[in-house]
């Protein structure tokens, strides 16, 4: 805890340093000018509860219990290049450190650090038009797709050229990506048996994919987005997206999403030394086509916020071996199917989520929101094919289970910048996922819980 204090304290003090530092170049030209450096300091306590369930291959009564305080510093600068208007240049660090505070079965109890080059790039803007190339966070739309996994302390990034353009209410971006920077969060999901990887995404390494996302805001009430990711050895996935926000006088808020997109064999390779990628595990992933549809609904009342969500990714009829099942390798999949991150992979028969929330925003004292998932198997119909061969419905009322999401976060008054988050979620098993085989590990009830503080920075 000592080494913590001392490294929270220290960090403001370099930067403010950093940024002196560059405040006092000499006069003339200059490569870098109009530095800006702006950091975050996010101390985080994890605890992690596994009960094995009946009918797995260890004990019903067995626990597994462990605990982790972590630490993310983010140090981040951009500048003018060259003076010349409309030339950036950003580049990051970001580094995790665990203090050593590992507890618990599979825990080595040693000071693990990670520490990367998160962001390195040149952007150049003129005529509306802005070309990106090097290493970048990247969030698109809800971030289903796309994401730069923000919820975890060792985030992700991609290494990529784009190009984007936006008018009125009209916007596009294409980007060609030919890295991934894989959140490598191994060790800090803390329980039973610790994923290397996180399950169902694409490994730090290169690739050979590219993005298009289009998008046209009518009115807000009606935004149409259109986008194809073309994913190396991975797949191809092409959907459509209206959504909006519609005002109900001064009382309501509403806000809906209706989505549906279709995913199919990859026709990009990644190769390494003349063949596909080996060990990616995403060689051929998609062999039939799969489908995915989102329906969504909100609403703030007076505050009182409330919702109802349908989400299925398509799989294959049970007992099909082909591998049809909907994947979603470089999203925020945290965000999506349950906090206790139990369905990073789809399932090979598909995954159907029906979740409700319902909370409060205040107006000073925060938001609370909580969550509760039915998880089923998809049927094929549902979601748009299912093994592409004879389209025959399997039974959607398999349950994978449930889970009950909750968070609070508040900005802490009187303190610029700082947040404060507390969150939990409890997914309990289902008997009927026995034998399935889509989860790392034996079958389980999983309970998580987080305090965090968030604070973020800036030069002026």
């Known amino acids: 805890m000592r ?11 370099i930067l403010g340093s950093m940024a002196v530092s560059a405040q006092a170049a000499d006069d003339g030209f200059n ?8 950091g975050e300091l996010r101390p985080r306590y994890q605890f992690t509860d596994v009960k094995e369930v009946s009918g797995s291959s260890t004990p019903a009564t067995q626990k597994d219990a462990g605990s982790s305080v972590t630490n993310r510093t983010n140090l981040n600068f951009t ?33 693990a650090l990670v520490a990367k080059i998160s962001q390195a790039n040149i952007d150049y803007t003129v005529a509306g038009v802005t070309g990106i190339i090097g290493r970048k966070t990247v969030n698109l739309d809800n971030q289903r797709f796309i994401g730069s996994v923000g919820w975890k302390q060792n985030f992700q990034t991609l290494d990529l050229a784009a190009v984007a353009y936006g008018i009125g209410g009209f916007s596009i971006l294409g980007a060609y990506v030919y890295g991934v920077n894989a959140i490598g969060d191994a060790g800090y999901d803390y329980g039973r048996n610790p994923e290397p990887k996180y399950a169902g995404g694409i490994g730090s390494g290169r690739t050979n994919s590219f993005a298009l996302n289009a998008s046209y805001k009518i009115m807000d009430p009606v935004k149409v987005t259109g986008y194809a990711y073309l994913l190396g050895s991975a797949s191809d996935t092409y959907g459509l997206a209206v959504t909006g926000k519609v005002a109900m006088g001064d009382i ?16 990009l390779k990644t190769f390494a030394d003349g063949v596909v990628a080996p060990g990616s595990g995403h060689e051929d992933s998609i062999l039939g086509k799969s489908g995915y549809v989102n329906l969504d609904v909100g609403a703030n009342i007076s505050g009182f916020l409330v919702g109802l969500n349908y989400e299925v990714l398509g799989g294959a009829k049970a007992g099909d071996n082909s591998t049809t099942a909907f994947q979603t390798p470089l999203a925020t999949k945290h965000k999506f199917n349950g906090w206790a991150d139990q369905f990073l992979a789809t399932p090979g028969t598909g995954l159907a989520d029906l979740n409700i929330r319902g909370g409060y925003k205040f107006d000073k004292y925060g938001k609370i929101i909580a969550f ?9 119909e549902a979601a748009g094919g299912g093994n592409g061969k004879n389209g025959d419905d399997m039974k959607s009322g398999d349950a994978y289970g449930q889970e009950f999401d909750i968070a609070y976060s508040i900005k802490v008054p009187s303190v610029n910048g700082l947040g404060l ?37 800036a030069t002026k």
């Open 421 to 457: 988050l507390v969150k939990a979620a409890m997914y309990k098993d289902s008997d009927d996922t026995k034998g399935i085989g889509f989860k790392t590990g034996a079958d389980s009830d999983k309970t998580l819980a987080w305090v965090q503080l968030d604070y973020k920075f």
């Open 31 to 38: 490569i870098f000018s109009d530095v800006k450096f702006k």
């Open 372 to 380: 509760y998932h039915f998880f089923g198997a998809a049927a094929d």
């Open 3 to 13: 080494k913590l204090i001392l490294s929270l304290a220290a960090t403001p003090l």
């Open 79 to 111: 500048a003018k290049l060259f003076e010349l208007d409309g030339m950036n240049g950003t580049i990051e660090l970001n580094a995790v450190n665990d203090f050593g505070s590992q507890q618990g079965p599979n825990q080595n109890g040693g000071e």
């Open 252 to 267: 309501a808020k509403l806000n809906y999403r209706v989505e549906g997109a279709v995913q199919q064999k990859a026709t």
